[in-house]
């Protein structure tokens, strides 16, 4: 059970999604310092264009996301909408509109049924408790099958710290600086400016590592707040004793939320770790990865337990990446089946079959030209992906 000292969250349902919980409100008791990473995506939804706003002033009270409908594309109602959103919370709750961020996910092109919404807010409001964070993470699910909560507990100058988060994304996803959403919670005390670097940073190597789809969404956000009420001396500046420890414990929830988000990819049966090495750097390594993850042939042999090494060479060699054939390795699920210019054979075939069969998978390769490495979650593509998206509107 996830709780976060200094803040409450709620979940309901408000009739956006029929009977499913679809508005959640997440509170901190006391002013606290924010920072938020989005899409950068040319075509945003308006409570992107609002919550931007709100994290530039670096404080916020609290946060209200519905799920159903994305606010994306639907004119100057739009804005307003997810304006009005705010300032619904915000009366309810009794702070500033500008200290409350906005998040909407679900179809894109329809407007948000704002009396649902109106009811939702008055609803989450009288249900806020310590320990609502799961009813929020299922109040912002779309096509996911299950809630994403993660948390974990340091100590910073003689205190104990929490820091949690939920997320939610199961399709339209390789993000670019964010995730699809995300909403973590700290009760440390740090400096607005640290908390932009530090969530900047654990979005790096957590949910900007993540693809499913190879599609960014139009709404992708993630937000860090954090309340102070833990006491522990502020983290100010890089200097400040502390920061290290902060830092990896932000990036420890955002991986494990990450991982998540690959493995319940939208119809997936796998969740699949990409990892290059021996790249020329790493940005090669990343290029590499991600070919490999967002490989429609690759997802599919995985889907299949085909051990299809050949797909791996080849969208890596399609993407211009630099190797040395004779000096490359391929492994499925630890097996070696392609080494040194040719394949290792039958049997490592057949071992690399029967590790396919897992719910995790690992597709490595060394490239053979430098020190560059890269790590990357996906997921396998399915029957039920294109069902899915085939009666997906938007």
Same mark, same amino acid.
């Given at each position: 059970?996830?709780?976060?000292?200094?803040?409450?969250?709620?979940?309901?349902?408000?009739?956006?999604?029929?009977?499913?919980?679809?508005?959640?409100?997440?509170?901190?008791?006391?002013?606290?310092?924010?920072?938020?990473?989005?899409?950068?995506?040319?075509?945003?939804?308006?409570?992107?264009?609002?919550?931007?706003?709100?994290?530039?002033?670096?404080?916020?009270?609290?946060?209200?996301?519905?799920?159903?409908?994305?606010?994306?594309?639907?004119?100057?109602?739009?804005?307003?909408?997810?304006?009005?959103?705010?300032?619904?919370?915000?009366?309810?709750?009794?702070?500033?509109?500008?200290?409350?961020?906005?998040?909407?996910?679900?179809?894109?092109?329809?407007?948000?049924?704002?009396?649902?919404?109106?009811?939702?807010?008055?609803?989450?409001?009288?249900?806020?408790?310590?320990?609502?964070?799961?009813?929020?993470?299922?109040?912002?699910?779309?096509?996911?099958?299950?809630?994403?909560?993660?948390?974990?507990?340091?100590?910073?100058?003689?205190?104990?710290?929490?820091?949690?988060?939920?997320?939610?994304?199961?399709?339209?996803?390789?993000?670019?600086?964010?995730?699809?959403?995300?909403?973590?919670?700290?009760?440390?005390?740090?400096?607005?400016?640290?908390?932009?670097?530090?969530?900047?940073?654990?979005?790096?190597?957590?949910?900007?590592?993540?693809?499913?789809?190879?599609?960014?969404?139009?709404?992708?956000?993630?937000?860090?707040?954090?309340?102070?009420?833990?006491?522990?001396?502020?983290?100010?500046?890089?200097?400040?004793?502390?920061?290290?420890?902060?830092?990896?414990?932000?990036?420890?929830?955002?991986?494990?939320?990450?991982?998540?988000?690959?493995?319940?990819?939208?119809?997936?049966?796998?969740?699949?770790?990409?990892? $290059?090495?021996?790249? %020329? =750097?790493? !940005?090669?390594?990343? +290029? #590499? *990865?991600? /070919?490999? @993850?967002?490989?429609? &042939?690759?997802?599919?042999?995985?889907?299949?337990?085909?051990?299809?090494?050949?797909?791996?060479?080849?969208?890596?060699?399609?993407?211009?990446?630099?190797?040395?054939?004779?000096?490359?390795?391929?492994?499925?699920?630890? $097996?070696?089946?392609? %080494? =040194?210019? !040719?394949?290792?054979? +039958? #049997? *490592?075939? /057949?071992? @690399?079959?029967?590790? &396919?069969?897992?719910?995790?998978?690992?597709?490595?390769?060394?490239?053979?030209?430098?020190?560059?490495?890269?790590?990357?979650?996906?997921?396998?593509?399915?029957?039920?992906?294109?069902?899915?998206?085939?009666?997906?509107?938007?």
């Amino acid at each position: 059970m996830i709780k976060v000292p200094g803040f409450r969250a709620a979940g309901v349902a408000c009739g956006i999604k029929d009977d499913a919980h679809d508005l959640a409100l997440l509170v901190s008791d006391v002013p606290a310092t924010a920072a938020g990473v989005f899409t950068r995506s040319t075509v945003v939804g308006a409570p992107v264009e609002w919550s931007r706003r709100v994290a530039r002033r670096g404080r916020a009270r609290a946060v209200v996301v519905n799920s159903g409908c994305s606010n994306v594309a639907v004119g100057e109602c739009g804005y307003r909408d997810a304006k009005a959103m705010a300032e619904l919370a915000a009366a309810k709750l009794g702070v500033k509109t500008e200290e409350v961020f906005v998040a909407s996910t679900g179809v894109i092109g329809e407007p948000l049924p704002m009396a649902n919404v109106r009811r939702g807010i008055g609803a989450a409001t009288a249900r806020l408790e310590t320990t609502g964070w799961e009813e929020a993470a299922r109040a912002i699910m779309t096509t996911d099958t299950f809630p994403k909560c993660a948390s974990t507990r340091i100590r910073l100058g003689g205190r104990n710290v929490t820091v949690a988060g939920i997320a939610k994304g199961s399709g339209m996803i390789e993000p670019d600086m964010a995730t699809m959403l995300a909403f973590l919670a700290t009760d440390a005390a740090v400096s607005a400016p640290i908390l932009r670097r530090v969530l900047k940073r654990a979005a790096d190597a957590s949910f900007n590592r993540v693809t499913v789809d190879g599609e960014a969404s139009t709404s992708d956000t993630t937000l860090l707040l954090a309340s102070g009420v833990a006491g522990n001396p502020l983290i100010q500046n890089a200097r400040s004793p502390g920061l290290r420890k902060f830092e990896a414990a932000v990036r420890e929830v955002s991986v494990a939320l990450a991982r998540d988000l690959a493995r319940d990819g939208e119809g997936a049966t796998k969740l699949i770790t990409v990892r $290059v090495s021996g790249a %020329r =750097n790493s !940005a090669e390594a990343e +290029r #590499a *990865a991600r /070919r490999i @993850a967002n490989s429609v &042939l690759v997802k599919t042999a995985i889907f299949g337990r085909d051990p299809n090494w050949g797909r791996i060479l080849q969208t890596v060699g399609a993407g211009r990446v630099r190797l040395k054939l004779d000096r490359t390795e391929v492994s499925l699920g630890g $097996v070696s089946v392609f %080494r =040194n210019g !040719a394949p290792t054979g +039958r #049997a *490592a075939r /057949r071992r @690399a079959a029967r590790r &396919l069969e897992a719910s995790e998978v690992e597709v490595s390769i060394c490239l053979g030209v430098g020190r560059g490495e890269a790590e990357v979650w996906s997921c396998d593509l399915t029957y039920d992906y294109v069902r899915i998206n085939a009666e997906y509107t938007s």
